[in-house]
């Protein structure tokens, strides 16, 4: 099992990435999956999620309104779209998978597999 998540970069404020996550030796549409983000010396922290049951989307408040979660069933690929970019939202962000109650869809130490993760940074 293997998830490859790319498309990280150097952006000013205010500008939009998109993020895949690419799966391999899964279906994505058997797990739910989320992205968190995490700032050196910080805890993972958690930022959107797309569940199995239902292709119901939460977010972090620090992301409502500005990303959206989404998947490519054919591509098998999820992807966080990020616009109106923030400085605070510099960090590394890396995508999961797993089979966590509704309850815990936050909590990373649920996941069962989690991609390398892909560099953000936002210039002010």
């Known amino acids: 099992v293997q998830l490859q998540a790319s498309g990280g970069g150097l952006v000013q404020a205010g500008a939009s990435l998109r993020l895949s996550c690419a799966a391999s030796?899964?279906?994505?549409?058997?797990?739910?999956m989320a992205w968190f983000r995490q700032v050196p010396g910080n805890e993972r922290e958690f930022v959107a999620v797309?569940?199995?049951?239902?292709?119901?989307?939460y977010y972090a408040d620090s992301a409502k309104g500005r990303f959206t979660i989404s998947r490519d069933i054919a591509k098998n690929t999820v992807y966080l779209q990020m616009d109106s970019l923030k400085p605070e939202d510099t960090a590394v962000y890396f995508c999961?998978?797993?089979?966590?109650?509704?309850?815990?869809?936050?909590?990373?130490?649920?996941?069962?597999?989690w991609g390398q993760g892909t560099l953000v940074t936002v210039s002010s």
């Open positions: 999961a998978a797993g089979r966590p109650i509704l309850s815990a869809i936050a909590q990373s130490s649920i996941y069962h597999y």
């Open positions: 030796g899964l279906t994505l549409s058997t797990y739910t």
């Open positions: 797309r569940t199995l049951s239902g292709g119901r989307t």
